[in-house]
């Protein structure tokens, strides 16, 4: 690893921990960084989903949003706001003002997913019913979901609409379900810290295409 991203990669692992991390001061000519809320699903009392091979849904969400943040020194034009940096609950409204609070261009809670059937794998990403921005949300879900399913070469299951909190985002919002914890395959991806970093790399590549386009 180059001095200069060692460097880089320990002060945003310090932002972190106070709950934000910033990168760079802009885009060409001074432009601000785009404001981006990651959101680490569940947390503290609420595990989320509890999956084969001892699966933690929280954790498996935290370890990819700080991936995130970490990996965000590549992109100096993003700002990357985590609603949450450790093992506990931040409340859904509170999530949301958060990001209304750092004027946040886009809003994206990461998840896994778990069903009855034991088979059912693979990224789906999901837009709430109501969204108040639907044509920004739709534009960021398909990013999400074209770069996640490339990097994790995992089952494509399309964008969704859903009935989600996310409905009260004033920005575009996304919800991403990143694989099953109720499947082995999925689990097992999930789980490892190669692949998770895969896929935070994909959520930045996805903003960043996602921020450029508007």
Do not use: W
Request: glycine share 8%.
């Amino acid at each position: 690893m180059e001095r200069p991203y060692r460097i880089a990669v320990v002060i945003s692992l310090i932002a972190t921990l106070f709950g934000s991390v910033v990168i760079g001061g802009g885009g060409a000519a001074g432009d601000p960084p785009v404001v981006v809320v990651i959101d680490a699903g569940h947390g503290g009392e609420d595990p989320g989903a509890l999956g084969v091979y001892s699966s933690v849904e929280k954790d498996i969400t935290l370890a990819v949003a700080r991936s995130v943040a970490l990996q965000a020194v590549r992109y100096p034009n993003l700002h990357i706001v985590l609603t949450r940096v450790d093992d506990h609950y931040v409340e859904l409204a509170d999530r949301i003002a958060r990001a209304r609070q750092v004027h946040a261009a886009a809003y994206i809670s990461i998840h896994a997913n778990s069903a009855p059937d034991p088979t059912a794998r693979g990224v789906e990403t999901l837009v709430a019913k109501g969204a108040r921005d639907a044509n920004g949300s739709e534009e960021l879900a398909r990013a999400l979901q074209t770069s996640v399913v490339r990097a994790t070469a995992s089952k494509d299951r399309g964008v969704k609409t859903a009935t989600l909190y996310t409905a009260r985002a004033t920005m575009p919002a996304a919800l991403l379900e990143m694989g099953f914890l109720s499947e082995k395959i999925d689990t097992r991806l999930l789980q490892d810290p190669a692949v998770q970093a895969r896929i935070a790399a994909a959520i930045l590549e996805a903003v960043n295409r996602f921020a450029a386009s508007q």
